[in-house]
């Protein structure tokens, strides 16, 4: 018998939820794992004094976590091609030639736009971030910029493409949910991603910069890359062959793999690394070189399988949780009755964006946080004429860029692994993620720009 959680019940538990994530992670500064497991584990002691049985209650969890495993194949297989590149030179000979063309002066923007081109070519941040996003963290570290200004800049641009590419999942799924075309969708998105993009552009450019920058330590550092690595073009097929893959729509998984096996070629070929066990080791454990400058040696020496499982055992606790969440009835009990009393339509808007912003926060999965609102929203906006893009877009703006935003989303635990910053560090300075969703709300708010992102279609101020 699947029992019906009331209101009331549901939102003692959000707000148990909220409050204890809130005192661990911002007030005590505890690392997520604990304080979402022990929210896990009081959750779901209290669904089971609510009447839900055990049964139920390990089938939600068990759910929760069956979502969480292409992510955690994703993560794995970044984690040995992060090694896999640096071991054969690939990230290397990018900081080598990305010093002599990056003017540290315009590093952020430079990082800004780079990501944004390459985000846009494979739809993926995770790709971008892992690639192009750590040897722009290298740079910044040898320069001496701010690794949280370059952490909000590489993220920011990562995500354009998340939310802007054609060949991004979640740009193909948000108005699949909202039942438009994808095209339809992406034209719409320009109202909030355009203005976004120009305040973030404006805020790197002017963004605070050291006063004194580092510069005579990058001919140090060259040559310190050049006594530990062959430098040399053919270390770029790799990442080309990824990106190429990528454009072809090829899956994430066997475009991960492409990207291991020729680096591992490049390696035997390029940097004649030819000994198996040394692989496997690198793989499992990172890359460990030999190198006395200290500089280059931070920034090469990372990556493996074993670099993942930070990020791997948070998304599991987080998305158990989730499981539970969504799977009782928790979510579900909460926004429907959120819906009825809302007169406006603008108000609809805005539940819409904030319901995936909660779903975000109370899940951590970005998939959910367009999927749930989506689903319990599409029909309120179909009864009240709503157009359909709008719905696709707000799930987008507060779904999508959201996620990298929460220390124990997929995306924000996996880019805080990668780039060596903490999500509360570079949360500032990801200026693209929050903007879209102030903006979002402003048409929904403001009449005049509902008007001029809407076109001829009904104004949602009801």
Known sequence: MNRELSFSKSIFLIVFILALLFVSIFLLKSEPHLPLLATTVGTATMLRLFGFPWKKLESAIIQGIQTAIMPILILSLIGILIAVWMMSGTVPTILYYGMDYIKPQFFAVSAL???????????????????????????????????????????????????????????????????????????????????????????????????????????????????????HWLTLLSPFAVIACSFKRVSIIPTLIIGIVTGLLITAFVQHQTAIDVWFSVMQSGYHSSIANETVAS??????????????????IALSLGGLLQHCGVIDAFFRKVIQPLKRSSAIVLMTGASSIAVNGMTGEQYLSILLPGQMFKDEYNRRGIPAKTLSRTLEDCGTLVNPLIPWGVSGAFFAATLGVPVIEYLPYATFLWMSPFITFAYALIPRLQKNSLGQEQVVSG
């Open 113 to 231: 736009f780079v990501t944004i081109i390459v985000s846009m070519f494979t739809g993926s941040s995770f790709t971008t971030v892992s690639t192009v996003g750590v040897a722009f963290m290298g740079i910044a570290l040898t320069t001496g910029i701010s690794p949280t200004l370059a952490a909000g800049a590489i993220i920011s641009g990562a995500c354009f493409g998340d939310k802007m590419s054609p060949l991004s999942d979640t740009t193909n799924f948000a108005p699949a949910v909202a039942g438009i075309s994808i095209f339809t969708h992406i034209r719409n998105m320009m109202y909030t991603t355009i203005p976004a993009l120009i305040i973030t552009t404006v805020f790197f450019m002017f963004a605070p910069k050291p006063e004194a920058m580092d510069l005579s330590s990058i001919q140090q550092i060259k040559l310190a890359l050049q006594e530990g690595f062959q430098i």
């Open 299 to 316: 920034i090469v020496n990372r990556g493996g399988l074993q670099s993942m499982m930070w990020s791997v055992s948070l998304i599991l």
